[in-house]
């Protein structure tokens, strides 16, 4: 991991936005919730999100939205001299521990919307580890357009057992 010194580290927690030009470590932890990594691949920098909730319905305009969070992270990134076709995205999160009887899945509608607003922005997708039945840890180091993923537990404990549990299921 980058720690040279002249880095930017932060930790964010749900409903956090970081963007910044300078080199930055961008780290957290995530469950039914998504992060979006975004990068600039002329200017090498980036930035990252961290929302619980998929759409505001009009209710706020907070970042713990990810139909707000997910465009004011595209937007800041355009604001800080990004221009969008030098824009890459990789998406993590959206895991559901339910126990396959619970009808509505937070991670799934979060996983919907952050690929909405992709979608609609025209930024590629370069990684995507989405869905399944466990969390991670994410580390996204901007200036080498990095990130590290590791898997938190045993998904076997979440999992109903007439269920196989990798990425895939969701």
Partial sequence: MLNDGLSITKFLVPGDL??????????TVLGSCISLCIHDKKLKSGGMN?????????????????DVSCD?????MISSGSKKEDL???????????????????????????????????IPILEEDLGGCIGR???FETAMDRVIVKNLQNCLRSC???????????
């Fill in 72 to 76: 004011n992270l595209i937007q800041k």
């Fill in 18 to 27: 970081c963007v910044s030009p300078d080199p930055a470590v961008y780290k």
């Fill in 88 to 122: 890459t995205v990789r998406i993590f999160g959206g895991a559901s521990s339910h126990n396959g009887t619970q009808i509505f899945s937070p991670g799934i509608s979060n996983i919907k919307v952050a690929k909405e607003i992709i979608k609609k922005w025209r």
């Fill in 137 to 139: 840890t994410i580390v």
């Fill in 50 to 66: 961290h929302f619980i909730y998929a759409e505001s319905k009009g209710k706020s305009a907070s970042d713990s939205y990810g």
């Fill in 160 to 170: 109903p057992s007439d269920r196989k549990c990798d990425k895939k299921n969701q």
